[in-house]
């Protein structure tokens, strides 16, 4: 791993989840409220509850084993298992996981695409 991608995901461990949830709700303001986030880099697992505005019950989703697979040119994101208290949100992650999905190409951040492909490599 490159000596920036190191910096980075050091970056990542070192932001205060507190920080995380400021900015996201000061970014979903009338849509949404982020409750509670937990994201390991590490064991590639993410934690999310949010409510949306006019809702009464959370939404919890959980993320595992995701990666980005790919060469110079092209990159596909895999999430292997995703799942939510809700039924209709299970039924639409079912979708999602388990596939590749094409990131799209915007050569003005091949760069920085590069950069996540290489902190989010497949284990293994």
């Known amino acids: 791993m490159s000596y920036k991608a190191k910096l980075v995901r050091l970056a990542?461990?070192?932001?205060?989840?507190?920080?995380?949830?400021?900015?996201?709700?000061?970014?979903?303001?009338?849509?949404?409220?982020?409750?509670?986030?937990?994201f390991d880099i590490d064991t590639?697992?993410?934690?999310v509850a949010i409510n949306l505005a006019g809702e009464s019950e959370t939404i919890e989703i959980w993320l595992e084993n995701f990666?980005?697979?790919?060469?110079e040119t092209?990159?596909?994101f895999v999430i292997q298992q995703a799942r939510s208290n809700?039924?209709?949100l299970n039924n639409l992650l079912a979708h999602v996981a388990g596939k590749a999905w094409k990131v799209p190409e915007l050569p003005q951040y091949s760069a920085q695409?590069?950069?996540?492909?290489?902190?989010?490599?497949?284990?293994g």
Do not use: C, H
Request: positive net charge.
């Open 44 to 47: 590639r697992k993410v934690y």
């Open 12 to 38: 990542i461990k070192w932001i205060p989840k507190f920080m995380i949830l400021w900015v996201s709700n000061i970014l979903l303001k009338g849509i949404a409220e982020l409750t509670y986030f937990a």
């Open 86 to 88: 809700k039924l209709w």
């Open 67 to 71: 990666y980005i697979v790919g060469d």
């Open 113 to 123: 695409l590069k950069l996540v492909a290489e902190l989010l490599e497949a284990k």
């Open 74 to 76: 092209s990159f596909q």
